[in-house]
């Protein structure tokens, strides 16, 4: 399963406005996903890892979901994946 897979999960909640999904190594553990969201007023994690939970195999729901104010792009919309590794450390 690809990273834009997941994200496309999270595309279906009404909620979330923009995602990217990243991975992170960890000691003792194999990549692990990760998932910045920009999510609209009130919107709830919780509800964001059911969603997950029920669309996703449990080794692909992410460990972390960490609400952000924006996902940083380049000038031509590209997600910076390796600003989002930094953050997720």
Partial sequence: MTPREIEDVFYES??????AVVGINEPLATENAVAFVVLKDKAKIETLFELCKTKLPPRY???KIIPVDFIPKTKTGK???????EMAL
């Avoid at 009404?14 to 995602?19: H, N």
């Avoid at 997600?79 to 590794?85: D, G, N, T, W």
């Fill in 14 to 19: 009404p909620e979330v406005l923009d995602v």
């Fill in 61 to 63: 729901i992410p460990k």
């Fill in 79 to 85: 997600v910076i994946f390796s600003e989002l590794k």
